[in-house]
């Protein structure tokens, strides 16, 4: 057999010119994928526009203008009602006073306990529930006193995103824009024999990725609604910050709902509420996840994440161990994003006798 | 000023590149902007002569829709003898009613340029376009029944 040595050159300079391309553009990445997140959310919209005889570029623009009046308005009407409230909510867990096992025992559910410890004490000779309680509390508030250092830590990082954020609607313009013609670009890579198997490929990750993200956007939305609403009805300060983090930590299964009920507790905790509304707090929450869980996920999400609950928790631990929140948050869809895309290409592969 | 209004106008306007979906029968009756909407939806794949095109069994994805060449199709529904399809028409449509699968193979017999479209977007387009829709399904049952009387008149000659 003869080797076409001009076709193996070809294909030897091909891989490099990629490598370097990738290499070159390896800064870049991360606000591609950021704006292909954000294009699969907003590519319902400019197609609908669009199916309205508006010119793809016209829509992308009219929902761009539309998005920051949007914005505008959040901004002027939420915005410092939401500083307002992180003001107090980092107060409340920040301050040096606070942050302290003395000032806790003068809560005073804190120091009913306390008290019941001492009594027990008195009964009990050399138990000592009082100085075992105190140093509980003394850890308790070495662990949240790191919280405010962790969020005053990151706001740096999100302030250089400032610049991230700019460039992610900019990328997305094209990508809306143009996106029948990248379409079209990526096909046209394949071969004939490949095409049909690139188009299924391509199908499955846009229904898979596309109704995932747009989902989960919805599901953020209607937490963070019924969240505040149903804090501000039981009385817990800063409701509209509380709801908002709590539809942010929804999309973590299993850790993000229990984040946004603790930070309630701990708000009316701090804030040295009675016993009686940490309670009403926590079952506002819980309410809140009952109709998520019942409700909002079942119609919204549905089965867009079809995986074992058990693999669901082992992902999102693998997740936390690896790289923190923000892989919590992308480890499920991305092993099952992995896991569809495996699984199609190998049914397809065997039926057009690839493999 | 002139110039700037014209400047925009071609920019609403986009090429008339669609138009070239005019000549299968199945598009022929949509309007302009239902062509365009179609159209950006279409591949162009280049087939060289002998090149295979699919095979029997294969799952379908993709309608072909011949532009120029002609392709030959081999066993179709169970058939012995070959067909040869060209210009202005379709490969796909009927098995994508039936079964999902490709019903027969199909070669192209000389260099040839097809317009491909997904299944999934065409269903896509006929669902979210309903009166383009009912267009394109009266043209595909019109080429159905014709299709059903060829075969019905080949058995009867066969039976003579």
Redo the contacts between chains.
Sequence with gaps: MSINWTKLIFNFLLIIVLIAGLIFYRWVFSYMLAAIVFTYILDPTVTWL??K?L?R??AVLILYLSIIGILVWFTSRLIPELIAQGNSLLTILGHEGAMSADYLIQIPFINSIFEYAGNLDAQIPGLGAATRFTEILDNAVEFIARLPKFLLDNYSSIISAVSFIGMVPLISFFLLKDK?KIR?SL??LSS??Y??LA??LL?KIDSTVGTYLRAMLFEVIAVSIMASTALSIVGVSNPVLIGISAGVANIIPYFGPFFGGALAVLTVFFEGGAFLNMLYAALAMWLVQVIDNNIVYPVVVGTTINMHPLLVLLTVLAGGWYGGIFWMLVSVPLVYLIYSLVSVLYV?LK???II | MQRFFTWLKG??K?SRKYLVLKQYSLFADLSD?ELY?LY??T?T?C?EAG?????E???L??IYFVHSGDIKLKGLYGSTTDKQVGPGEYLGIFDMYHGKKRSSTAIAQSDASLH?I?R?DMISFIE??PRAGVKILSSIASDFCRFVFEVAKDNEHKLD
């Design positions: 669009e199916s005889r010119p570029w016209f029948h079209k096909l046209g004939n024999r095409f049909e188009i299924i199908g397809n039926e057009y006798r | 920019r609403f986009s902007f909407l950006e939806l591949h794949r087939f090149e295979l095109i699919y095979e069994g294969y799952p994805e993709v491909a997904s999934t979210s376009r």
